[in-house]
C-alpha cells in the first residue's frame, strides 16, 4: 500500500463521514410532518449553510478519492471508466427516446 492509496482511503472516508453528517443533521430537524423546524430565520440560514458546506465538501472528497484511484490505478481499472461511459450513454439513450404507448386491446 503506497502513500497515493493511503491519502484515497482518507479522502473516501472524511467524504463519506461529511456527507453522512450533514444528512444526518438534516434528518434530526425533521419533524414527524416532514418539515424542519428551526428556533429563528438566522438559526436556519446558520444550518442550511453548515449543511451545504459540509455536503460540498463531502462530495468533493469522494471525487477527489475517485480521480485519484482512476490516476493512480489507471491499467487496472481502465475499463471501468468504459464501462461507466457506455452505462450512461446507454441511459441518456433510454430515458430520451419516445416510448410507445400501448391500449390494453392488445
Given at each position: 500500500?503506497?502513500?497515493?492509496?493511503?491519502?484515497?482511503?482518507?479522502?473516501?472516508l472524511?467524504?463519506?463521514?461529511?456527507?453522512y453528517?450533514?444528512?444526518?443533521?438534516?434528518?434530526?430537524?425533521?419533524?414527524?410532518?416532514?418539515t424542519?423546524?428551526?428556533?429563528?430565520?438566522?438559526a436556519?440560514?446558520?444550518?442550511?449553510?453548515?449543511?451545504?458546506l459540509q455536503?460540498?465538501?463531502g462530495?468533493g472528497?469522494?471525487?477527489?478519492?475517485?480521480?485519484?484511484?482512476?490516476?493512480?490505478h489507471?491499467?487496472?481499472?481502465?475499463?471501468?471508466?468504459?464501462?461507466?461511459?457506455a452505462?450512461?450513454a446507454?441511459?441518456?439513450?433510454?430515458?430520451t427516446?419516445?416510448?410507445?404507448?400501448?391500449?390494453?386491446t392488445?
Open positions: 500500500m503506497t502513500a497515493i492509496d493511503i491519502q484515497i482511503i482518507i479522502f473516501g472524511l467524504g463519506l463521514a461529511l456527507v453528517w450533514a444528512n444526518k443533521r438534516r434528518f434530526e430537524r425533521t419533524t414527524i410532518y416532514g424542519q423546524h428551526f428556533t429563528s430565520y438566522k436556519k440560514i446558520k444550518a442550511r449553510l453548515i449543511d451545504a455536503w460540498g465538501f462530495i472528497g469522494l471525487l477527489s478519492a475517485t480521480l485519484l484511484i482512476f490516476m493512480e489507471a491499467p487496472a481499472w481502465g475499463f471501468l471508466m468504459l464501462f461507466l461511459a452505462a450512461f446507454i441511459e441518456r439513450d433510454y430515458y427516446t419516445p416510448k410507445r404507448q400501448y391500449d390494453r392488445h
